[in-house]
């Protein structure tokens, strides 16, 4: 099943021309689906990468299965519970890194998985890099738990509006999440119809 859905916060910018504070501190859902189009910006030793992103999926709390909050407030999550704006980065498999958003108010767990994106010129003049999956987002961006806790709002790390026409957004069932009984099937991943980019083209003919 797909949805169409708008992104109906699309070009929303601070006084630093970054998304700021204000952009984060509200549900994961209208996050997830306002950071479409919007450029992931990395500052790693000296080299500035961009990446605009083409697919999240949210994480809407502790009620919510597939979230890691549903199993208790542990020391992995604690950074869940911080306000909106900061990074949740965990590591799984023994082999990938996985950026998340964390969205809303204070002790409320809720976040967004960034989980595609295009690469934006640059990367030190090689070519462009695949960033078609989670893991593969973050190990181009230099991303790892070194980064959990930090403020989305400075230079390391940090969003900058969408530009252009709002993309047309598509909202699925989350992938990987058949553990979650009844939310495996809620409409929370968002993408950018035609990009070529996430890491899951939605099946032809859904409706």
Not at 24 to 51: C, H, K, N, P, S
Not at 140 to 147: E, F, N, V
Not at 156 to 174: C, D, N, Q, Y
């Amino acid at each position: 099943m797909q949805k169409e859905t708008e992104n109906s916060a699309y070009g929303t910018a601070g006084a630093s021309g970054r998304l700021g504070r204000e952009f984060f501190e509200r549900d994961a859902v209208t996050v997830a689906r306002a950071l479409i189009g919007t450029t992931l910006v990395r500052q790693f030793r000296g080299t500035e990468y961009r990446a605009r992103i083409v697919e999240t999926e949210a994480y809407v709390g502790a009620h919510d299965l597939a979230c890691h909050a549903a199993k208790g407030r542990t020391a992995r999550t604690e950074t869940l519970y911080l306000s909106g704006g900061h990074a949740y980065v965990y590591f799984i498999y023994g082999m990938y890194s996985m950026l998340n958003v964390v969205t809303g108010v204070a002790e409320d767990p809720q976040a967004v998985l960034i989980r595609a994106a295009e690469p934006v010129a640059g990367w030190n003049g090689g070519p462009p890099p695949d960033l078609s999956g989670p893991g593969k987002l973050c190990r181009a961006l230099h991303i790892t738990r070194a980064q959990n806790g930090i403020d989305l709002t400075d230079d390391a790390l940090h969003f900058l509006p969408a530009t252009g026409p709002p993309p047309r957004i598509i909202a699925t069932p989350r992938i990987g999440v058949d553990y979650a009984k009844e939310w495996k099937h809620e409409l929370l991943r968002f993408l950018e119809l035609g990009s070529s980019a996430v890491s899951k083209a939605p099946r032809k003919g859904s409706a």
